[in-house]
């Protein structure tokens, strides 16, 4: 099975930014601690945007994760940004052999 490449954007509404960042820590931390199958979750700031970070992820397979989406940490993470973003924008990839 082949390897799963999440890029997420999170774009935060004013105010929340330094609320939402705290809890992208968070989830950072728990899920390089909690999740089996997570080779790389990082994550960036946007320059261009203070209110925009972009996680990149790469999964050893779907269905690990799919469980990282059942985790308590992340089913945190969901509830306390909730109304604090304006925006989520999650790309699924799988690198090409070439």
Known sequence: MKNIVIVATIKVKK?????????????????????????????????????????????????????HETKEHFKNFVSKIENKIDGLTINKLEKLEI
């Not at 960042?21 to 989830?27: H, T």
């Not at 931390?29 to 972009?54: R, V």
């Open 15 to 67: 105010g929340f930014k330094d609320e939402v960042y705290n809890e992208l820590l968070q989830l950072h931390k728990a899920t390089h601690e909690f999740d089996e199958g997570c080779i790389q979750y990082d994550l960036h700031k946007d320059l261009t945007d203070e209110d925009s970070f972009t996680f990149v992820e790469t999964w050893e397979n779907q269905e690990l994760l799919s469980l």
